[in-house]
């Protein structure tokens, strides 16, 4: 039987279903580690690991009002999440009652992988629009014949870096329209989009479709996994990146993206409405700044957290976590934001456009989670000392991390599976390079009954310190990294059948979803 938590009252699968579809706001949130997650969620749960649930859920979810569900697996760390939420003022907490496997008992599927709505989306595009592509070998001829094309790869500037394929130029998803004039010679030219994997190559190419460019676009299959599999050799060396804009591509994306806008429905509003809606204390407002990082570093609107819009529209769930909040894109002249509003739109959000940067009439948003009480703390000098007096050391850092770098003599701790059978110590000392996972662990040992305390810094900190730092490559073992995804996991590192499986499970998302409606899908033929 489901027990009772103080702060949060169950839900039936059933109120859970209805929920999900009543068109109102709803936080549905996934508390366990990512392997868990990863391993198989509901389409529509965001995973916020309890490991870092007081840092990571406030910006997915900023209005205290919420009404917000949990998801779980464990009884006990789901009452810990739900006490840790209520003191930072969510005050409409749910659990499902029965965990996941409730879900799994009525008949509802499970899917594997991160960011699988955006993902689906995607397949399901190119299903419903007929997204061209171009296979690998076919480029390479281009490629080597020296034809009239042109390759835009529209992962972001880091993974572009890390390797792409030879001759490409670094163009993330949002900049494709906005610097098209700029990159393409002649209407005459061949325009392939290329990603990582399939969907941004897809949803990139038909961006420039759906906005009217005159040019022929493919999107390159299974891009850059794909171009291994066919034996091709990716490269680094040759980098290249779009120019600045010239007054020339402005005029015509601007062009493209007000038609792009009226055929779509995407709307533009100003400062005033912006600043009724993060006024208004039943609706939840998202404001992203979709431009490039430096452009955003240089200045943005109060407020505005930097979210590029490629990444947006490939994996939202990594900055909303409230379905049917609204979602205003800013940015300088209202194109990058329009390309994004309109998929967006398509992926069933409201999201409107607000071009340009004056702050007047910005207003106070509703009430705020609070931020969590601060944890006792000692720097690495004083652990020190008090190891070698007796105190226990713990590490919180990801698993992976403690493989390379921790304290020795530490033992690895995640917190959803602190251990039972910690021995007993007068303290008990945590480790995290990254702290607010040292910090949720000693907050739960506190409320224990235990003396804890986050021990600062990082492993260079620690040794200049006079702690011996370690590696351990096979502790913890695979079968306790619940914070680590494996399915797939090294396909990016020359594991070609890893590749393949995972461009193949791209493929397979339509027939698993199976009905678009289902995932709120309203694709524009």
């Given at each position: 039987m489901t027990r009772q938590h103080d702060a949060g009252r169950p839900v039936a699968l059933a109120t859970l279903l209805d929920w999900l579809d009543d068109g109102e706001e709803l936080a549905f949130i996934d508390i366990r580690e990512e392997g868990p997650y990863g391993e198989g969620h509901p389409l529509l749960a965001v995973n916020v690991p309890y490991s870092l649930l007081e840092t990571a859920l406030p910006p997915l979810v900023p209005r205290a009002g919420t009404r917000l569900v949990l998801l779980g697996d464990d009884e006990d760390v789901t009452a810990r999440a739900i006490t840790r939420l209520s003191a930072l003022g969510y005050d409409r907490l749910y659990f499902l009652a029965g965990g996941v496997q409730a879900w799994e008992r009525g008949g509802y599927p499970l899917f594997k992988g991160v960011n699988v709505p955006y993902k689906a989306f995607a397949e399901f595009v190119e299903h419903l629009l007929h997204t061209p592509d171009i296979a690998p070998d076919e480029l390479a001829r281009l490629i080597e014949r020296q034809e009239d094309y042109v390759l835009l790869d529209s992962r972001t500037v880091e993974e572009y870096d890390r390797f792409h394929v030879p001759s490409a130029i670094a163009v993330p998803s949002a900049e494709l329209l906005y610097r098209f004039e700029d990159l393409v010679p002649s209407p005459e030219t061949l325009v392939v989009i290329s990603c990582a994997g399939r969907t941004r190559g897809i949803i990139g190419a038909q961006t420039l479709i759906n906005a009217g460019v005159p040019n022929k676009v493919v999107a390159l299959s299974g891009g850059t996994q794909g171009w291994r599999l066919a034996d091709l050799a990716t490269v680094r060396d040759d980098a290249r990146y779009f120019p600045p804009l010239s007054k020339r591509a402005q005029q015509s994306s601007r062009a493209r993206a007000d038609a792009l806008a009226q055929r779509y429905g995407v709307n533009v509003i100003d400062a005033a409405t912006l600043g009724q809606w993060q006024s208004d204390p039943e609706r939840t407002t998202y404001l992203f700044d979709v431009r490039n990082h430096d452009e955003y570093q240089r200045g943005h609107r109060p407020g505005a957290r930097w979210a590029p819009g490629g990444q947006l529209v490939q994996s939202l769930d990594k900055w909303a976590g409230t379905r049917n909040a609204r979602i205003v894109l800013n940015d300088n002249d209202g194109v990058r934001a329009t390309t994004t509003a309109h998929w967006l739109l398509q992926l069933g959000w409201e999201a409107v456009v607000l071009p340009g940067?004056?702050?007047?009439?910005?207003?106070?948003?509703?009430?705020?989670?609070?931020?969590?009480?601060?944890?006792?703390?000692?720097?690495?000098?004083?652990?020190?000392?008090?190891?070698?007096?007796?105190?226990?050391?713990?590490?919180?850092?990801?698993?992976?991390?403690?493989?390379?770098?921790?304290?020795?003599?530490?033992?690895?701790?995640?917190?959803?599976?602190?251990?039972?059978?910690?021995?007993?110590?007068?303290?008990?000392?945590?480790?995290?390079?990254?702290?607010?996972?040292?910090?949720?662990?000693?907050?739960?040992?506190?409320?224990?009954?235990?003396?804890?305390?986050?021990?600062?810094?990082?492993?260079?900190?620690?040794?200049?310190?006079?702690?011996?730092?370690?590696?351990?490559?096979?502790?913890?073992?695979?079968?306790?990294?619940?914070?680590?995804?494996?399915?797939?996991?090294?396909?990016?590192?020359?594991?070609?059948?890893?590749?393949?499986?995972?461009?193949?499970?791209?493929?397979?998302?339509?027939?698993q979803v199976a009905d678009p409606l289902a995932a709120h899908f309203a694709i524009r033929r």
């Open positions: 940067f004056d702050a007047a009439n910005a207003s106070s948003s509703p009430k705020a989670p609070l931020a969590p009480p601060p944890v006792p703390v000692i720097d690495a000098a004083a652990a020190r000392q008090r190891l070698d007096a007796g105190a226990l050391g713990l590490s919180a850092d990801r698993s992976w991390e403690y493989r390379r770098a921790h304290p020795a003599g530490t033992r690895w701790v995640n917190r959803s599976r602190i251990a039972a059978d910690l021995p007993p110590a007068a303290e008990i000392l945590v480790f995290a390079g990254q702290g607010p996972l040292a910090e949720g662990v000693v907050r739960d040992l506190i409320d224990a009954g235990f003396d804890a305390k986050r021990v600062s810094g990082k492993p260079q900190d620690w040794q200049a310190a006079g702690l011996t730092v370690q590696s351990s490559p096979q502790n913890p073992p695979e079968g306790q990294q619940i914070d680590y995804l494996f399915w797939l996991h090294d396909r990016h590192d020359g594991n070609a059948a890893a590749s393949a499986a995972y461009l193949a499970w791209e493929a397979d998302l339509p027939r």
